[in-house]
């Protein structure tokens, strides 16, 4: 491998780390950030949500209480269940604002924060007979004195389209800085090793016995310029005890 190619590598090697770290920083940083914004929509729609749960299911019992304006501000898929002790299901709710038939949130058993007064968030995918995969944070409410479970689930949909986007867009954007930087690199390294590759050439010409040539560049301003004083330097060391060995044969042949 020549020195060029290793440079080159190396180069775009370290930058594409540096590309990888912050494109993986910025997609977390974005997917926390907009799950945060899931679970206060979570938070908001507790009190709608909870007052059709309850009067669907005809209970007075569910403390959940409040204006129920906002259900109208839903996200489409919203889910809501309400359920006893026992797990079984006595009120269910799905916010379509359509006619198109919505997934629902496959809720794993045991549930998660069922038998405790908190509040519990977790997320999960959709069940497999809902048509297209679709994943879900789910709030989890119990009321442990009552023996009532109170959930209620927003679709990811748009986080996981806009993380999608972003995926995308980080994708293009890393191959294009790549691949402009390895062209602007190899242009670069070949500019500035061109040096001594003259070199290189010249020291071939010589080896081939003519020292009576020196190399370029030669000046002190560069490291390649200093190698060719160096060099030549040597030439001319060698050059001199050459031309004397060559006079002393001459002397010694009178």
Known sequence: MTLRLRLLLAL???????????????????????????DQQLEEARTPVGFDLAAEAQLSDVPLGGDTRRARQLPPGTYGELRDAEGETLAAVTYSYSDVEQPTPALPSPLPGAAYAGITLFSTGSDAGAGE??????????????????????????VQQTLSRLLFIELLVTVLALAGLGALSWWLVKRELRPLEAMATTAGVIAAGDLSRRVEPAEPKTEVGRLGLALNRMLEQIEQAFDERRRSEEKLRR
């Open 133 to 158: 995969s679709v994943r879900f944070r789910v709030l989890v409410q119990g009321f442990p004195d009552i023996e009532r479970v109170f959930i209620v689930a927003v679709p990811l949909t748009d």
């Open 12 to 38: 775009v090697g370290l930058v594409a780390v540096a590309l990888l770290i912050a494109d993986a920083a910025t997609y977390f940083s974005l997917r926390s950030f907009l799950v945060d914004r899931v």
